[in-house]
């Protein structure tokens, strides 16, 4: 007599790996979006719905202009903008997307590394240094500076002293691990090659003008302060839970 079989139990089978989440294309930071917001619609509205009169009124008023900082003008309430408002305006279409796509490569991981109101203050305070050193250079220039790139080359700065380190496991790509010491960075072959590319191309697209489609030279002063400013001051920025 035979017995009765019991059912044979199905094997478990094992668990599957969770995915690894991929960072979207477009997956910049609000902060980030919202200083290319600005950018935009400052270069639309001067160069699409305001008259060149207009236009010549809102540059001398919003640019920054060396000379009005060195008493060949009478003082006026703008000065006090002047050295924040010029970051967001370009000169160019050219001059405008070069800017943000910079702007997104690095400052979509300082913002989240940072948080959005850091990185707006450190946006204005390297921004501000940018204009310094180019005023220290240019006391009574009277040619008007715009652009982000000053803002932009202070978050280089700050990249290098992350030794361009990212770390995407939370979804967005944030610079990882403490800022590396001054003299860890100086013998980083990786970050002293990228850095040294970088200066070569500022020098020649400052003094030779090698940037087609961006009207007039790139001030490379402007570029050299931010950059000292964001790679020397990213301490002031870091988040107190940063490790």
């Keep these: 007599m035979s017995e009765p079989v019991s059912p044979t139990e199905p094997e478990p089978q094992p668990e599957e790996a969770p995915k690894p989440r991929r960072e979207p294309v477009f997956n910049l ?8 917001a600005i950018c935009l619609v400052v270069y639309l509205a001067e160069n699409y719905l305001l008259t060149p009169a207009q236009d010549d009124t809102f540059v001398s008023t919003f640019a920054f202009t060396p000379a009005f900082y060195s008493g060949l003008y009478p003082p006026s309430a703008y000065l006090l903008v002047q050295p924040f408002t010029y970051a967001f305006m370009h000169g160019s279409w050219a001059h405008l ?37 180019f005023w220290a250079m240019h006391p009574y220039g009277e040619m008007p500076l715009v652009g982000a790139s000053g803002a932009i080359s202070g978050m280089m700065g700050a990249a290098a002293r992350y030794g361009f380190r990212i770390d995407r496991s939370s979804g967005s790509a944030a610079f990882a691990g403490e800022p590396l010491p001054i003299a ?8 002293m090659t990228f850095l040294g590319v970088w200066m070569v191309i500022n020098l020649a697209t400052g003094l030779i003008g090698l940037a087609p489609g961006i009207d007039g030279q790139i001030a490379w002063e402007a570029h050299i302060g931010g950059f000292v400013a964001g790679f020397f001051g990213l301490r002031f920025f870091q988040p107190p839970h940063a490790g």
């Design 97 to 133: 997307l070069v800017n943000m796509v910079w702007l997104a490569a690095f400052g979509s991981p300082l913002a989240n590394r940072l948080g959005a109101t850091r990185f707006a203050v450190f946006y204005a305070v390297t921004g501000l240094a940018s204009v310094a050193l």
């Design 184 to 191: 860890i960075v100086l013998r980083s072959r990786g970050v």
């Design 29 to 36: 930071p609000p902060i980030v979006l919202a200083v290319i």
